[in-house]
């Protein structure tokens, strides 16, 4: 087992990896920027070390100055968290030909899966249903064809990234032009990758993903699956397990496509595979998260497994501690994302010093959060401040207790979405399990979800 590990990430994530190490024993090297000196995580870990000013590409997401953070520290290993470096291969890569394990994946399967076009064709090979679509696009002459053949509406999407950006939805021929442009600026803006391909636009679908896990021995499990179809602009809210409503055949078929891609892939580590589900009840795969994800402690919830712990033994070169057969699902967990934004202004970031914090708790209650009085919510990173998670036997339990700690969360001196909160819980739909990834604009936004319809641009008078 590593002696010594280095968290190249911040706030409730760095927390969260803080715990695991010492209970395994593990000394901690904790980096921070200079916008996070003094943050209360870091007085939890064995050493911290500043990486540089806040803007993160001055800091997390400087790799020569984590590595070089890691050496000084002396360290085993590193565990890049989410968000920032955590699915970057070449970072992954650096930190293993400095002999530093990367707390993740391997490379080779981090490109396949980064690549949405080349995850598109893995997931074929792995007899795994895809949304009807292209490789990628050559021409717009080539676009044009393909989209008259899967049929109008269309959605372009980035290969590289994700996060929304890069895509566009298509409901014509001449959107379709215009939708392509777009699309292709925004991809090379932000991945320095232009290359786009065509998917069939699902109308209203279902978010269901997988969490899986594999050894370095290629054994690989499934630890069924979390709903997160209610989110805003591809930026999930709300998740739970089991997915409501959806039928046992579907369940079971969607975790086993999960396993065999992983398998496809070799993969190993944590990691989830993400699926869209139709009005029928088809699903169909759409990317693979190859690192730990935000919501991972709705499985831990209902599973009973420690899944960064998992990742530190993994990465160790231990196999896994348990089999398929022994990962149960008990009962329904129901996690919420609070935010440090405006919900009554369209989400804007809310920066600035808590000046009360009082968290909820009693049974069944779960709080992951880097935050205390007093903390100063930086403007330059996400905007993420707690999860709120409850286990319950049942779902309508389940929803009365986080509806309970809903109201007991207080916090003051910025805004939170946990007034947002307060209000889909008690809205018909989210509690019958009806809702699909529109659900958000179309209640609270009161406009489309997903991705910008591409409009023909109209010349000013």
Known sequence: MFQRILIANRGEIALRVIRACRDLGIEVVAVYSEADRGAPW?????EAICIGPAPATESYLNISRIIAAAEVAD????????????ENPHFAEICRSCNIEFIGPPVDAMRKLGNKNEARRLAREAKVPIVPGSDLI??????????????YPVLIKAAAGGGGRGMRIARNDISLQAALKQARAEAESAFKDGSVYLEK???????VEVQILGDQKGEVVHLWERDCSTQRRHQKL??????PNLPPQVREEICRAAVRLAKTAGYYNAGTCEFLVDKQGNFYFIEVNARIQVEHPVTELVTGIDLVREQIRIAAGYPLSFTQRQV?????????????????????????????WQPPGGPGVRLDSHVVQGYRVPPNYDSLIAKLLVWQPTR????????????????????TTIPFHREILNQSAFIEGQVDTTFVERFWLGGEAGPRDSKPAVAKK
């Not at 870091?42 to 064995?46: E, F, G, N, R, V």
């Not at 636009?201 to 978010?207: D, G």
């Not at 008990?330 to 996690?335: F, P, Q, T, Y």
């Not at 309508?396 to 805004?415: C, N």
């Open 42 to 46: 870091l007085q939890l870990a064995d």
């Open 75 to 86: 360290v085993e290993a590193i565990h890049p968290g989410y968000g920032f470096l955590s």
């Open 138 to 151: 050559g021409s717009d002459a080539e676009a044009l064809r393909v989209a008259r053949e899967i049929g």
């Open 201 to 207: 636009y699902l109308e209203q679908p279902r978010h």
């Open 238 to 243: 709300i998740e739970e397990s089991p997915a």
């Open 328 to 356: 149960v699902h008990r009962g329904v967990a129901i996690e919420c994302r609070i935010n440090a934004e405006d919900p009554y202004r369209g989400f804007a970031p809310s920066p600035g010093v808590v000046t009360r």
């Open 396 to 415: 309508e339990e389940a929803l009365a207790v986080m509806r309970r700690a809903l109201r007991e969360f207080i916090v003051e001196g910025i805004k």
